[in-house]
C-alpha cells in the first residue's frame, strides 16, 4: 500500500454521464496531483493542488473538473467526456511543492472506459 | 519544449542477469531524478533517486547512474528477478518547483 487510495477502479461511462473519481491520501502531504495516463504516451499532468489550492492546470478540457476539499482528499468530476478521454487516471501526492526531493506517491489508478 | 525520454521501449533478460534502463533527459538545468517502476494494475511506485550533485546512488539491489555530461541517467538492476517485469519511468525536475516531467518508459520482462 503507498497511503494513497483511489475509488473506484475500473468505471465505464457513457459520453452523457456524470461522474466522479475520488482519492485520498493516508501520508499527511500538502500537494496532490491527477495524472492521466494512455497507451503509448507519457503520464500527462493534469492538476496540481497544494494546501488545497490549484497551482497548476495543464490545458485540461473543462469536462474535466477537479475538487479538492481538503489536503488528504481530491476528486475528478467529470461530465460530458469523449471516448478519447479513457485511460489510467492516476492520483498522487507529496509533501510540498518547492521541495528538492518532491517524491509523489502514486494510487492504483482508475481505469476509465467512455463509451 | 524539454523532455524525457527512454531509449529502449522493451527490454528482456533473464533471470538472474543484471538488468540496465536508460533515459537521456533534455533539460540541463534538471537537478533532481525519480525513477519509478510500474507492475500491471498498479500506479507507479517510487524506486530510487538522486541528485545532480551525485553521480551515483545505490539502493537493495538497484543503482542510479547520473552522466550531467552528455544528460543521461541509467538504472541498474542486479540479479534480476521474476518480480522486477514491469514499465520503469524516469523523472525529471528543476529544484522541485516544476512538476516531475516523466518519460515514456521501458517495458522489462525477465525470462525465468
Known amino acids: 500500500e503507498t497511503g494513497v487510495t483511489q475509488t473506484p477502479r475500473h468505471l465505464v461511462m457513457g459520453m452523457t454521464n456524470k461522474k466522479s473519481l475520488k482519492c485520498e491520501q493516508h501520508?499527511?502531504?500538502?500537494?496532490m496531483y491527477w495524472y492521466k495516463q494512455s497507451a503509448k504516451k507519457p503520464l500527462e499532468l493534469m492538476f496540481v493542488y497544494s494546501l488545497e489550492e490549484r497551482v497548476e492546470n495543464n490545458s485540461v478540457p473543462s469536462r474535466f473538473s477537479p475538487e479538492c476539499p481538503n489536503s488528504s482528499h481530491l476528486f475528478l468530476h467529470l461530465h460530458t467526456l469523449q471516448p478519447e478521454d479513457s485511460a489510467l487516471y492516476l492520483c498522487?501526492?507529496?509533501?510540498?511543492?518547492?521541495?528538492?526531493?518532491?517524491?509523489?506517491?502514486f494510487g492504483a489508478g482508475t481505469r476509465l472506459s467512455v463509451l | 519544449g524539454e523532455s524525457v525520454g527512454l531509449h529502449l521501449p522493451t527490454l528482456s533478460v533473464q533471470e538472474g542477469d543484471n538488468s540496465i534502463i536508460n533515459c537521456a533527459y533534455s533539460n540541463s538545468a534538471s537537478d533532481y531524478f525519480i525513477w519509478y517502476k510500474q507492475e500491471s494494475g498498479k500506479g507507479p511506485q517510487f524506486i530510487i533517486d538522486i541528485r545532480s550533485n551525485m553521480d551515483k546512488r545505490q539502493g537493495q539491489r538497484v543503482t542510479v547512474l547520473l552522466n550531467k555530461t552528455v544528460k543521461h541517467l541509467s538504472l541498474q538492476i542486479a540479479a534480476t528477478q521474476p518480480g522486477d517485469s514491469a514499465v520503469y519511468f524516469c523523472?525529471?525536475?528543476?529544484?522541485?518547483?516544476?512538476?516531475?516531467?516523466f518519460g515514456k518508459g521501458t517495458r522489462l520482462s525477465v525470462i525465468a
Open positions: 498522487a501526492s507529496s509533501q510540498d511543492l518547492g521541495l528538492a526531493q518532491n517524491i509523489q506517491y
Open positions: 523523472a525529471e525536475t528543476y529544484s522541485g518547483n516544476t512538476p516531475l516531467v
Open positions: 501520508l499527511g502531504h500538502n500537494a
